[in-house]
């Protein structure tokens, strides 16, 4: 490809507006512009790299026998009316209608889509298991779209869903993705570890492991053991991944989906106490954070990764103790302007004892700037709460499984979620096959996802340096970049084309730099874009000498041509 063709708008400064590294680099280096909040166009570049990880997703889901399909992203609500999803799935959703005014969604996740194609298809256990996947456009109306592709509204997700006819087969599927996770995330140069996440009662004795990019932006906290093979997501962060944006923003998040309950006494410290305050099961608790202002515990964040069950924990509340107050009883009880106006959608102040624990929104107040609860830290982290294992989390801990290593805490961004779902969705959609003695059986499912455009800015937050990308050359948009320095010199231009033709003979892709720029802007552009192996031609071409310089290590070699040609295949 020629470099002057190429529609590659780079930018010589920062984008005041982009955050992560990631973020930056991808907009300086011409990958993606946004369209709107969250929204993007892949540039010439950033669509190559996208292939990229396509291909090595496609490739390593096909090898773990899964069989790619493509499912509308526009999907009727009456689906999700018969999962039970609609109401619950809250405001990431988008909904639309045609214009006879019938419901649809722009799909965030295809359980509902997959399981009624799987229900009308498949009957007999003999033509189980089964593992479906494509590589699709989803859409979450997240509240804070942000950091570039890291967190969209319209983003590329692998998704993939086992159908199985008991639990060992949804194991050994499960097992199968798992292993496939490891393999992709490995090819895309990405450093990563599997974790346990918490499955709260999601499919019962179900498991769920997210995969981790390591990152200081990722919104996420993972404890590591240094001695046995225990890595846990802790907490799901309802700050932002830097702690100074977190301090300085806003102490707590208002996260819709999480349930945020302030609590007036610092009296609870065991899971059964929480229990009994909440009128909880503890098994209701799929990730629980205790949060402290200046060492007391004020608020208690019980969430889930899933929606239904979280709503189960709300609905347990509401039963309990939510009652609507208005505006005034809310300000009186917190002190704080509330911006409460009555019972509208989530925002629903939760009451214990007359006195106001939350707003559904967030900690009353939160979003007032005068009004934040200042130094407030996750205090006691309940990942395991349904377990029993209430601990007061700390980095340099005890690990709780070997009981002899110790505990890091890293930042780390979701790239990947598989999870044994069992029932859930065959069974709120009467999906059911034969099995060998005839009977009818719901099937045993597991759904195992992986933000491909995610991926793309988390490979992004660990491979750059001052300079621009550093791309693998697995994932690279070209594998060689070849710079003649002057294009008015015919010698250097005619080797150009010359390399570049062989090497593309041999299957190298290549950008040929013919823009008749400085070499100055040329080389800058060049450490920019990232690509692994720039091949410059300069005085020497006459002799048949090329300069080498490799992207990641700055190392430089003069090489004569069929050696050069060598060492870029
Ligand atoms: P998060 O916790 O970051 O909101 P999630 O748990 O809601 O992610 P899943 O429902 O598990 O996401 O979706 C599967 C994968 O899709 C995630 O592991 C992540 O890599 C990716 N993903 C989810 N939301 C987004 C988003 N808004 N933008 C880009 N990728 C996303
Ligand atoms: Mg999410
Ligand atoms: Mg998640
Ligand atoms: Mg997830």
């Known amino acids: 490809m020629r470099q002057s063709q190429l529609l590659m708008p780079t930018l010589r400064e920062s984008p005041s507006e982009a955050e992560a590294a990631s973020h930056q680099w991808m907009l300086r280096a011409g990958l993606i512009r946004q369209l ?24 390593e889901m096909d090898l773990a026998g899964a069989q790619e399909v493509l499912m509308p992203a526009m999907q009727p609500a009456e689906l999700w009316k018969e999962s039970g999803r609609y109401e619950v799935y809250g405001p990431e959703l988008m909904r639309l209608r045609d214009r006879h005014d019938r419901e649809f969604t722009l799909g965030p996740t295809h359980e509902e889509v997959i399981t009624s194609l799987v229900r009308g298809e498949v009957s007999s256990y003999r033509q189980l298991p089964l593992t479906l996947y494509q590589i699709q456009t989803k859409f979450r109306d997240e509240k804070r779209p942000r950091y570039g592709l890291l967190r969209g509204r319209e983003f590329l997700m692998k998704d993939a869903y086992s159908f199985d006819a008991d639990w060992e087969g949804l194991h050994r599927s499960y097992t199968s993705m798992y292993e496939a996770y490891h393999r992709i995330f490995t090819r895309c140069g990405l450093y990563f570890r599997s974790v346990e996440a918490d499955a709260g009662s999601i499919g019962g004795e179900g498991g769920t492991h997210e995969f981790m990019a390591l990152a200081d932006i990722g919104e996420d906290t993972i404890a590591v053991c240094d001695s046995c093979s225990y890595a846990a997501n802790l907490e799901k962060a309802e700050y932002g991944g830097k702690e100074q944006a977190a301090s300085e923003e806003s102490s707590v998040r208002d996260e819709h989906e999480a349930e945020l309950v302030r609590h007036h006494t610092p009296n609870i410290k065991t899971i059964e106490q929480l229990s009994q305050a909440f009128e909880l099961e503890a098994a209701a608790f799929i990730k629980t954070l205790i949060y402290a202002v200046d060492g007391k515990p004020v608020a208690v964040v019980v969430r889930g990764d899933h929606e239904v069950n979280e709503i189960k924990v709300k609905n347990k509340l509401s039963a309990a103790h939510v009652e609507l107050a208005d505006q005034t009883t809310a300000e009186r009880v917190t002190g704080a302007p509330t911006g409460f106006a009555g019972p509208i959608g989530l925002q629903i102040p939760i009451l214990v004892d007359d006195a106001v624990l939350a707003m559904e929104s ?4 939160a979003n007032e700037a005068d009004y934040h609860l200042g130094n407030v830290k996750p205090l006691i982290h309940l990942s395991q709460a349904a377990a029993g294992d209430f601990r007061n989390a700390e980095a340099g801990d005890h690990c709780p499984r070997c009981e002899e290593g110790r505990l890091a805490f890293h930042r780390g961004i979701e790239v990947g979620h598989v999870f044994k779902l069992g029932t859930k969705y065959s069974e709120a959609l009467h999906a059911t096959y034969l099995n060998a003695s005839g009977r009818e059986q719901p099937f045993i499912m597991g759904c195992y996802g992986i933000g491909v ?21 697995a994932i690279a948009p070209y594998q060689v970049h070849v710079v003649p320095v002057s294009v008015k010199d015919t010698v250097q231009m005619d080797l150009a084309a010359h390399i570049t033709s062989r090497l593309s003979e041999a299957g190298v892709e290549v950008l040929m730099d013919d823009r008749d720029e400085r070499p100055g802007v040329k080389f800058k552009d060049s450490d920019l874009i990232g690509i692994p192996l720039r091949i410059v031609i300069g005085k020497q071409a006459a002799e048949g ?3 080498l310089k490799t992207r990641k290590t700055g190392e430089v070699q003069q090489l004569g041509l069929e050696e050069a040609l060598v060492f870029a295949t």
């Open 36 to 59: 709107a909040a969250g929204i993007y166009t892949y540039l010439p570049l950033g669509r190559r790299v996208l292939r990229k990880l396509e291909q090595i997703v496609r490739e």
């Open 362 to 365: 967030g900690i009353a107040g």
């Open 453 to 473: 455009s995610r991926l793309l800015s988390a490979v992004l937050e660990q491979h750059s340096d001052n300079n621009g990308i550093i791309w693998p050359r």
């Open 545 to 547: 000498i090329v300069e």
